[in-house]
T-cell receptor, first 115, second 114 residues
């Protein structure tokens, strides 16, 4: 149980285009989902936290107009990188938690390369 | 700025030995502490979590917590080459409200050699 999926697993896009990444909890209802970014040889940096039906809370320094997060249901959150640039190339990982649980369940990650 | 500090390594241990990984954190209000293992190119997977001071054992893994010293450790007994990975320490942010926002350390790279 407690499986989180991400789609796509990897994506290559041209500079200036937008990319959407989906995060789904497959067998539980995720009250909260988290989006992280990880650059090579660095740790996970939290970008934003989303709760179903409400606006995401962004961490300091993360542009909310560039990284659009939509938590449309208790099983789906999406991250859209708008007007992507090469410096946005990174490993994007989502996680989900359910009410009453201390544990975050991580998705497999999405590797974004912007050319 | 709340921080979680880990030695980046690499920590190199022979197969069968005990690997000791350490972590210190700055947020005195943190309540939950996690160890994740991350293989290269993969997302983190939970190894253990601990909430109370003292030791918690699960198979070959033992987590140790000392809230007074703001220190968490992970011992891996009988280390195997398959344990070679980066180990991330994470603690909950006491100011995160109704959800469990995690603060991650940069990770310690463990290399177990045959």
């Amino acid at each position: 149980g407690a499986v989180v999926s991400q789609h796509p697993s990897w994506v290559i896009c041209k500079s200036g285009t937008s990319v959407k990444i989906e995060c789904r909890s497959l067998d539980f209802q995720a009250t909260t989902m988290f989006w992280y970014r990880q650059f090579p040889k660095q740790s996970l940096m939290l970008m934003a936290t989303s709760n179903e039906g409400s606006k995401a809370t962004y961490e300091q320094g993360v542009e909310k107009d560039k990284f659009l997060i939509n938590h449309a249901s208790l099983t789906l959150s999406t991250l859209t990188v708008t007007s992507a640039h090469p410096e946005d190339s990174s490993f994007y990982i989502c996680s989900a938690e359910t009410s009453g649980s201390y544990e975050q369940y991580f998705g497999p990650g999405t590797r974004l390369t912007v050319t | 700025q709340k921080e979680v500090e880990q030695n980046s390594g690499p920590l190199s241990v022979p197969e069968g030995a005990i690997a000791s990984l350490n972590c210190t954190y700055s947020d005195r209000g943190s309540q939950s502490f996690f160890w994740y293992r991350q293989y290269s190119g993969k997302s983190p997977e939970l190894i253990m979590f601990i909430y109370s001071n003292g030791d918690k054992e699960d198979g070959r893994f033992t987590a140790q917590l000392n809230k007074a010293s703001q220190y968490v450790s992970l011992l891996i007994r009988d280390s195997q080459p398959s344990d070679s990975a980066t180990y991330l320490c994470a603690v909950t942010d006491s100011a995160s409200g109704g959800y469990n926002k995690l603060i991650f350390g940069a990770g310690t790279r463990l290399a177990v050699h045959p």
